[in-house]
């Protein structure tokens, strides 16, 4: 699980209700409760974003908060050393032999790959199939990301316009001057609900998608640019020193002292 997720949210419930209880207290916190404001807002954000969206994408985006929740693994030094090993192989065997080790790859774009240059493929044509299947792979990301966004758009815009329906209907009866304050208090309330599904859901949501396609995308760059090397036969130990290009001097560091490519 990614506790960073989870951590931030939580905290974001703690700040707030301590926040409003050390303020209000327990009279406070019952006062930012209001159903009818929960259904304009919510309701009414999550159906302007529904009719922004085909079907199947609404679903998938708003199912996608799921994997901001899952810790998926992603270890580019991993992946490169994996690399190397085959580039190994390959050297001393032959592409050939790359089909046997290929059976037992998890990762079926690494998979895809290897069989690809086994079976022959032009070069070229390897790396435009497999940055095609990126590219895709990232136009479905990109469609989970923008339903977010475009919640976070939508929840402060219908919180203002459940606001102008209580002005309203507090302008309308205002024969007792008492009943104001908690009027425009129930009337502002819609507002704080648009701002906390922006702030506190939704932006945070689509961010830690972009963060989770963005090591996704690197691990894949990694895996085409290895399989292209393999398939053109330089030395091992060359392509290591280019698949470090995308780690950090600290992965670097680690990855140089697990060891390094054969020749």
Known sequence: MDIASLAGMLLGVVMFVFGVWTNGGI????NMFDPASVVITLGGSLAS????????????????????FQEKEQDPASAIRHIIDLSNTARKEGLLALEEAANGIEDDFLKKGIMLVVDGTDPELV?????TDITCIEARHGKCVAVWEKWAELGPAWGMIGTLIGLILMLNNMDDPSSIGPAMSVALVTTLYGSLI???????????????????MMMKEITVE?????????NPRVIEEKLKSFLSPAERNDSAESGGGEE
């Open 226 to 234: 290895g399989i292209l090397s393999i398939q053109a036969g330089e």
């Open 49 to 68: 974003t529904l009719a922004s969206y085909k079907m199947k994408d609404f679903i998938n985006g708003i199912k996608s908060i799921g994997l901001t």
């Open 127 to 131: 790396r435009g199939i497999m940055e």
């Open 27 to 30: 009279g406070g916190l019952s």
């Open 198 to 216: 922006a702030n506190w859901l939704c932006n945070p949501t689509a961010s830690k998608l972009k963060v989770n396609n963005s090591q996704e």
